[in-house]
């Protein structure tokens, strides 16, 4: 599964406008040579001779990939099934019992299903989150379609109304979370890195926490969590441990740079300190937020204070895509409302979803940007078009975040590597993809 793509040994960009997200913001406009997995050169004029693959971009963008910080790929085969609830019962009634049916056949189709979607959107890197079992699948669809990822088995060893399927004994959770550590951080030549993924506290013992604390710091890798989504779910934490959710996490010691809490959108003050004097990581998922009417997320206060922000489109259930265009307009547009419209503008917006999403994932000195010697996860977009009109004179930062949509981008790069050109997936074999996917959700809904 997968016409993978041999690497090209060079690739040289010509003519294009090279929007670099680099420190000082600069827009380039001109060529970008890639050797290997890397960006070896930027500039204007540069030689011809030496690159096996030439794309004319024509007046097109060249921008980074963009890095989202919170997915679900296990989730893409719910897209519609669990609308118009809020979060606790969300998971409850719909999300739960569908991660319970799942199978190793189900697990491989919703994850290719939503990488396809990433792709073709113009995200190279994720942050994603998987379900309790079956994660292998996950990984073999990541290693496959060739984007980059940090991923890893969700963890569930607490918890009233959770289906038996989704139920762990604590060591036998980290003892497979170590196996799938060990097997894949580090895979594809570092493509794939691996993070513990405990779901919530609502579903994890404290030694089950405490484990993966220790483990993270002895195995170097992060932890990736939700945390303060939802009122109620702060009630039950308080209920069950006689503190807020970040005020226990710290408790406990897990509140370190390695940890990135997904949401964050009931912080008290000292949470907000907690997170800025322990170097933890927030990933903003907006359209998630909205749709399970959980709030808005203090994301412009977070900043202020030096908080290290990225952007996630969560999952399909609870979205109903995961298009980084979308999440990057809402995360503008959201703020400007409760706090004016100067509060959040382009180029901060597109900052989060490119080098902001990389300093969460400790990658900013490898992608988030279009530099000479980072590795080349590139996409560009054709923004001619009525849409994106007029350009004489035009903010190429607001063309890209309030004007243009995921139809503008027509390729990808991965690690040096075209995984889609002129709109077409290259290793991604798009109709077995979506035709396997209605099947397998036809029988996992037969498991039900």
Same mark, same amino acid.
């Given at each position: 599964?997968?016409?993978?793509?041999?690497?090209?040994?060079?690739?040289?960009?010509?003519?294009?406008?090279?929007?670099?997200?680099?420190?000082?913001?600069?827009?380039?406009?001109?060529?970008?040579?890639?050797?290997?997995?890397?960006?070896?050169?930027?500039?204007?004029?540069?030689?011809?001779?030496?690159?096996?693959?030439?794309?004319?971009?024509?007046?097109?963008?060249?921008?980074?990939?963009?890095? #989202?910080?919170?997915?679900?790929?296990? @989730?893409?085969?719910?897209?519609?099934?669990?609308?118009? $609830?809020?979060?606790?019962?969300?998971?409850?009634?719909?999300?739960?019992?569908?991660?319970?049916?799942?199978?190793?056949?189900?697990?491989?189709?919703?994850?290719?299903?939503?990488?396809?979607?990433?792709?073709?959107?113009?995200?190279?890197?994720?942050?994603?989150?998987?379900?309790?079992?079956?994660?292998?699948?996950?990984? @073999?669809?990541?290693?496959?379609?060739?984007?980059?990822?940090?991923?890893?088995?969700?963890?569930?060893?607490?918890?009233?109304?959770?289906?038996?399927?989704? @139920?762990?004994?604590?060591? #036998?959770?980290?003892?497979?979370?170590?196996?799938?550590?060990?097997?894949?951080?580090?895979?594809?030549?570092?493509?794939?890195?691996?993070?513990?993924?405990?779901?919530?506290?609502?579903?994890?013992?404290?030694?089950?926490?405490?484990?993966?604390?220790?483990?993270?710091? #002895?195995?170097?890798?992060?932890?990736?969590?939700?945390?303060?989504?939802?009122?109620?779910?702060?009630?039950?934490?308080?209920?069950?441990?006689?503190?807020?959710?970040?005020?226990?996490?710290?408790?406990?010691?897990?509140?370190?740079?390695?940890?990135? $809490?997904?949401?964050?959108?009931?912080?008290?003050?000292?949470?907000?300190?907690?997170?800025?004097?322990?170097?933890?990581?927030?990933?903003?998922?907006?359209?998630?937020?909205?749709?399970?009417?959980?709030?808005?997320?203090?994301?412009?206060?977070?900043?202020?204070?030096?908080?290290?922000?990225?952007?996630?489109?969560?999952?399909?259930?609870?979205?109903?895509?995961?298009?980084?265009? #979308?999440?990057?307009?809402?995360?503008?547009?959201?703020?400007?409302?409760?706090?004016?419209?100067?509060?959040?503008?382009?180029?901060?917006?597109?900052?989060?979803?490119?080098?902001?999403?990389?300093?969460?994932?400790?990658?900013?000195?490898?992608?988030?940007?279009?530099?000479?010697?980072?590795?080349?996860?590139? @996409?560009?977009?054709?923004?001619?078009?009525?849409?994106?009109?007029?350009?004489?004179?035009?903010?190429?930062?607001?063309?890209?975040?309030?004007?243009?949509?995921?139809?503008?981008?027509?390729?990808?790069?991965?690690?040096?590597?075209?995984?889609?050109?002129?709109?077409?997936?290259?290793?991604?074999?798009?109709?077995?993809?979506?035709?396997?996917?209605?099947?397998?959700?036809?029988?996992?809904?037969?498991?039900?």
């Amino acid at each position: 599964m997968g016409a993978n793509i041999a690497a090209t040994a060079t690739i040289l960009i010509r003519n294009a406008v090279i929007m670099t997200m680099n420190a000082a913001d600069d827009i380039i406009f001109g060529d970008v040579l890639i050797e290997g997995e890397r960006i070896a050169a930027i500039g204007t004029d540069l030689p011809e001779k030496s690159a096996d693959t030439i794309i004319d971009a024509g007046g097109k963008v060249l921008l980074p990939g963009f890095v #989202q910080t919170h997915i679900h790929l296990c @989730q893409t085969l719910f897209r519609g099934r669990a609308d118009d $609830l809020e979060l606790i019962d969300w998971l409850r009634q719909r999300i739960w019992p569908l991660e319970a049916a799942h199978n190793e056949d189900s697990v491989y189709y919703s994850a290719m299903l939503g990488i396809g979607e990433l792709i073709r959107s113009g995200t190279t890197t994720i942050l994603d989150m998987e379900t309790v079992r079956h994660t292998e699948s996950a990984f @073999q669809a990541i290693a496959e379609s060739g984007i980059r990822a940090v991923s890893g088995k969700v963890m569930m060893d607490h918890g009233t109304e959770v289906p038996l399927p989704l @139920q762990e004994k604590t060591a #036998q959770s980290l003892e497979e979370s170590v196996r799938l550590l060990e097997k894949w951080n580090g895979a594809e030549g570092g493509r794939i890195e691996y993070a513990f993924c405990p779901r919530f506290v609502v579903s994890c013992t404290e030694e089950l926490l405490i484990g993966v604390r220790d483990l993270a710091e #002895q195995y170097g890798v992060r932890i990736h969590t939700h945390a303060s989504e939802n009122t109620g779910e702060i009630a039950i934490v308080e209920a069950e441990r006689g503190m807020r959710n970040v005020v226990y996490l710290d408790h406990i010691g897990l509140a370190r740079p390695n940890l990135i $809490l997904a949401h964050s959108i009931w912080l008290n003050d000292e949470e907000k300190r907690i997170i800025k004097e322990r170097g933890v990581k927030v990933t903003h998922c907006p359209g998630s937020n909205l749709k399970l009417a959980s709030g808005v997320a203090e994301i412009p206060e977070l900043i202020r204070e030096g908080v290290t922000v990225g952007i996630g489109a969560d999952g399909a259930p609870c979205n109903n895509n995961l298009d980084m265009f #979308q999440e990057m307009r809402l995360t503008a547009y959201m703020q400007k409302v409760k706090h004016g419209p100067t509060v959040m503008n382009a180029r901060t917006v597109l900052r989060l979803a490119t080098m902001g999403g990389a300093a969460v994932l400790g990658m900013e000195d490898r992608i988030g940007s279009v530099e000479a010697g980072k590795l080349a996860d590139l @996409q560009l977009l054709d923004l001619e078009d009525f849409h994106v009109y007029p350009s004489f004179d035009a903010d190429w930062y607001s063309r890209v975040v309030y004007a243009a949509t995921r139809g503008d981008v027509d390729t990808v790069i991965i690690n040096g590597k075209i995984a889609m050109k002129g709109k077409m997936m290259l290793t991604i074999d798009k109709p077995t993809v979506l035709r396997e996917a209605d099947r397998s959700l036809k029988m996992l809904l037969a498991r039900l």
